[in-house]
């Protein structure tokens, strides 16, 4: 059984979105509208986070770098008289001093009389492929510290720093690993502005993975890392408060101004420290380590990072993202269904951005995406796919047919130099010219119906009626009528079936169903019936062919009169709407039974009941029901056995009036003696 089309597309975007999404093949792509949206959500930075920068003109009144310990002993005993709430160094204290040991002790008194510092541990690789190296600071100085913090910043597969791990340990053994805190966690945890949601139990990593050896036979160290984060970033380079390292050196800033805030100190000076690529950084100018970790504890402390959804969650989504084209697939023309699916890009991009500023979890949707990008052309193929089958299918069936028939449908087609489109179209072709034979062969088939057999049925009738009569006149001249009637039935539908609605023209419904009603008035008079009409005053107006329109009515009103018992009244009601125009026969014969209503307006079709007259070829209301379609109108009828039947028919109004005279306009002429009762 063929797949539903719609849910063939909506299955194959699913797995289009989903495998995507798990891939990560396009994670470029989702990078770049986050880093978009990180340049859209730019607030001011905290004012209690302030960078003491090292920066040109530092390097230029102290000297080259590295400095003496001297430099960072004075600095701390400045601020120690500011009482800062915490003071993070992102400066290396690896090795002791040269020739002045007692420069580290000095050093060392000063952070422990300060209380809240907090020194760095740097995991470096020291060249390519050798064992990360990690750096404490000497053991004087790392005893003395409120707190050690990594300075380790991964890069993206593009290159940038976005994000952060929470906990990263190396393992020596190759079994196990101690989680040490990232640099900005420890410092809001020294300076106690740490979310309480925030763990600061280290955790311990247990490696599954088989132990590896290097060459000299020793145990690879391995780094294991947790719970990344991405930053919310919150403006570009030099965005945080910032005073020259030498400033405060020489007292150049007024008092109070480090009062209960976090100082940070590091490196800006470009060629000295870190240079770090970000999304909010030009790539002239990249953001130095220490702003790159000022915008970390300021999101850290606000709440404010951004955790990466799990898969399941993420392809989950991009299916579900991948879906809402599909409404609107099937309804709109193309260039509206791409105007849509384009909209709706730009809507998915703004929905995932709207899920990390308000929630702070990232949700990657390029599978989602480029499903929605495809879901027009796959549908066009699923649709085109459909189409080529189906015409495949009727082709066939018809060629059978006509085969069936004797008619000849070989081609000429070879398979082996003709693709298949072209196939179908030679095959559609070659079917579209038998079509064309049958319809000329119907034309024939009338054109003979109409004077070959038509025409001595009525001579035939004529002669009988000039001999003399015997026993057997009136039945010859009643089956010779029945086959008259009959052929003359088929004729007219045949008629209305192939009518061209290119050729129909104005006309006025008012005036066609009074001559229709004129054309029936004797035969209702011998049964001495009532005639009751309800006809707007004005005109109006339908789109048609008279002839064939006047058949129809008189069809009708016949049936009526036929069936309706002597002194009965029929009641005609012609109404009218701003769209369609309504005509009601209604007459008070003895009804059709309701398993019967079906079949009134089929081709030889009649309503038999016990009641009804045996005459008739079956061919009335089927001219009628094909008449009617042919105008685009409905027609129907709605009977209680013994409660008469009520003939509706509704044509559509024709927009574009004219005060053209209509076609056998009997209102101009005629007055009924009997106004609204004929």
Known sequence: ???????????????????????????????????????????????????????EASIEAIGSWPWS?????????????????????????????????????????????????????????????????????????????????????????????????????LSEDGLSAVGLPHFSQTVLQVANLLPAHMNIIPPIFQLTEPIMLNEAGHVTQRLVSSSQRKISFYGPPRHFNQISYVDVLANKYSSGFFKDKIVLVGVTALGLGDALPTPVAATSQPMSGIEFHANAIAAMQSSSLVVDAPCWIVSLLCALLAMPPLLWLSRLTALKSMLMIVIYFFVVILISLSIVHWWGVWVPASGALIAILLAYPVWSWRKLDSAQLSLDRELQRLRDELSALGMVTEDSVDGDNIDTLQSRILKVNLTAQHLRNLHKSRNDTLAFI?????????????LLDKFESNKYSER????????????????????????????????????????????????????????????????????????????????????????????????????????????????????????????????????????????????GLYFVNVTVKKHRGSVSVHSEEGRGATFIVSLPLERRKSNSPVEDDRRKHHVSPFNDTI
Not at 450 to 462: N, Q
Not at 535 to 542: D, I, N
């Open 450 to 462: 109409s004077h070959d057999i038509r025409a001595p049925l009525g001579a035939a009738m004529m």
């Open 476 to 619: 010859m001249s009643k089956m010779l009528t029945r086959a008259h009637n009959m052929a003359e039935g088929f004729l007219q539908a045949s008629r209305a079936e192939m009518a061209n609605v290119n050729r129909f023209h104005e006309l006025d419904m008012v005036s066609l169903t009074q001559q229709a009603l004129d054309d029936v008035y004797e035969i209702s008079m011998a049964k001495q019936l009532k005639l009751h009409t309800d006809f707007p005053e004005e005109c109006v107006w339908v789109r048609g062919d008279f002839g064939l329109l006047l058949r129809a009515v008189s069809n009708i009103l016949l049936n009526a009169v036929k069936y309706s018992p002597e002194r009965s009244v029929i009641n005609v009601i012609l109404k009218s709407d701003e769209h369609f125009v309504v005509l009601k026969v209604i007459d008070q014969g003895l009804g059709i039974p309701a398993k019967r209503i079906t079949k009134v307006f089929k081709r030889f079709s009649r309503a038999e009941g016990e009641h009804q007259a045996q005459e008739g070829s079956g061919l």
């Open 69 to 169: 310990k001297r430099f960072h002993t004075e600095l701390i005993n400045h601020l120690i008289n500011e009482k800062p709430k915490a003071i993070g160094f992102d400066v290396a204290f690896s090795e002791p001093e040269r020739d002045a040991v007692e420069v580290d002790y000095v050093f060392a008194d000063a952070i422990r009389r300060a209380g809240n510092v907090v020194l760095p541990i740097f995991l470096e690789v020291p060249y390519v492929g050798a064992a990360i190296k990690q750096s404490l600071p000497i053991p004087m100085l790392a005893s003395e510290a409120a707190g050690l913090g990594r300075l380790n910043v991964p890069l993206d597969a593009d290159g940038v720093a976005r994000s952060l791990y929470l906990w990263e340990g």
């Open 1 to 55: 059984m063929q797949m539903n089309d719609k849910l063939f597309t909506a299955v194959v975007l699913a797995l289009l979105a989903c495998v995507l999404a798990l891939s990560e093949v396009l994670v470029r792509f989702d990078n770049l509208y986050y880093d978009l949206g990180r340049h859209l959500s730019f607030k001011s930075a905290p004012d209690d986070i302030v960078i003491i920068a090292i920066d």
